[in-house]
């Protein structure tokens, strides 16, 4: 079955540790997205990549990092810069623009820094 | 640029009646639009989506929404309320050559029994 897959589910970590969340898709999308997900807030675009090694800043992204070095794969790297790291993170995926503008999303990864 | 605006961060609802989710719009570009479901701690689903053509679009679960350009709205309904649809909706929107979706807030929708 074709999705977006991300690990691990729940993760904790001790303040002033940097920590990698996995997302890999194999929906042959050359888009890959994440977002920060606060109660309330809605979702909030962190970074987003159309093609391999290229990624743009969203609304959110300082004290956090990404590559792309493969299509399939999308990795989110929270620095010990971000300030409030607890939070829900989703990845998403989608064709380009003008082919088709919906994105899939993975399951998420619960974030908890203490 | 575009943004979202859903009225009503929590919406309750009796099992069996009409369930309305307000959503309007600001676009420069002529939008795309789309409703997504969450449950708790999951990814979101896409529900339905607007791009052209008809629009009153009809979704997963019974679910449909109606394209209005005159009111900027993006309106989700269905006609009777079920346990299951219980959840958090989002409504986004981008547009032609836009390279990303813009979320509204998110509403919670409750059902009583």
């Known amino acids: 079955d074709g999705g977006i897959t991300q690990s691990p589910k729940y993760l904790f970590r001790k303040e002033g540790q940097n920590v990698t969340l996995s997302c890999e898709q194999n929906l042959n999308h050359d888009a890959m997205y994440w977002y920060r997900q606060d109660p309330g807030q809605g979702l909030r675009l962190i970074y987003y990549s159309q093609i391999v090694n290229d990624f743009q800043k969203g609304d959110i992204a300082e004290g956090y990092s990404v590559s792309r070095e493969k299509k399939e794969s999308f990795p989110l790297t929270v620095t010990s810069a971000q300030k409030n790291p607890t939070a829900f993170y989703l990845c998403?995926?989608?064709?380009?623009?003008?082919?088709?503008?919906?994105?899939?999303f993975g399951p998420g990864t619960r974030l908890t820094v203490t | 640029a575009q943004s979202v605006t859903q009225l009503g961060s929590h919406v309750s609802v009796s099992e069996g009646a009409l369930v309305l989710l307000r959503c309007n719009y600001s676009?420069?570009?002529?939008?795309?639009l789309f409703w997504y479901v969450q449950y708790p701690n999951q990814g979101l689903q896409l529900l339905l989506k607007?791009?052209?053509?008809?629009?009153l679009v009809k979704g997963i679960n019974g679910f449909e929404a109606e394209f209005k350009k005159s009111e900027t709205s993006f309106h989700l309904t269905k006609p009777s309320a079920h346990m299951s649809d219980a959840a958090e909706y989002f409504c986004?929107?981008?547009?032609?050559?836009?390279?990303?979706?813009?979320f509204g807030q998110g509403t919670r929708l409750t059902i009583n029994p």
């Open positions: 998403a995926s989608s064709t380009l623009p003008g082919q088709s503008y919906e994105q899939y």
């Open positions: 607007y791009t052209t053509g008809a629009t």
């Open positions: 986004a929107v981008s547009g032609r050559g836009a390279q990303k979706l813009v």
């Open positions: 676009s420069s570009v002529p939008p795309y």
